[in-house]
């Protein structure tokens, strides 16, 4: 049962796109974050080497926590369990707003390229998803890269792959976000593509 764990962990370390390069994030969430991190909405309590994330009702938004460095080609990982929360979300901004996502369901995986979404008028272009079956209070792995014009994901094992030119617009920051109360996020660590 060991063995078979650790090679699950060992293949969602995998390279999905880049090799992982410079670390440019890895907080130990035992402490508050620092300054190149910015909650914008709701609550982001580190807490004994966990995130506990949870979107506050009067925002009407989900909660959104944004690391403040621009990366062009990047690798983002981290472990994630939904208790109570209904979607996680890993992405990416440029100066004019979102550019691409994995949007987490207990049922879904979903890659969707957002630079082109106009809300209430134009829906996100779904890039590709796989069903999930993901049960509460477990934790789950998950992995988000992009370089170019391509982005991939890596959740509890299932891989997808998306490709669109808008994709490659610069970057200015990426983001968590969750919709719901609560969501628990461990082992985050971000690294620059390579």
């Known amino acids: ?24 994030a890895q907080p130990d969430l035992k402490q508050p974050l620092g300054a190149e991190w910015k909650a914008v909405k709701g609550t982001w309590e580190p807490k004994d080497g966990e995130l506990v994330c949870a979107e506050v009702p009067a925002d009407k938004h989900s909660a959104v926590l944004w690391h403040l460095v621009g990366l062009q080609s990047a690798v983002i990982e981290c472990e994630f369990q939904f208790d109570g929360g209904r979607v996680f979300i890993i ?19 979903r890659i969707t390229e957002d630079a082109s979404a106009v809300k209430g008028k134009t829906p996100p272009k779904t890039l590709a998803e796989a069903a ?18 391509k982005m991939a994901a890596r959740v509890a094992g299932k891989e997808i792959r998306g490709e669109n030119e808008k994709l490659s617009v610069p970057k200015t920051r990426w983001w968590f976000a969750v919709g719901g109360a609560k969501v628990r996020v461990k082992n985050i660590k971000a690294c620059e593509g390579k």
């Open 1 to 24: 049962m060991v063995l078979a764990q650790t090679t699950a962990f060992a293949d969602d370390a995998k390279p999905l796109l880049v090799q992982p390069g410079k670390v440019v």
């Open 91 to 109: 992405g990416c901004d440029s100066a004019k707003g979102h550019v691409g996502r994995v949007t987490i369901t207990p049922k879904l995986a």
């Open 132 to 149: 999930l079956d993901l049960k509460p209070g477990q934790w789950y792995p998950a992995r988000l890269e992009w370089t170019g014009d």
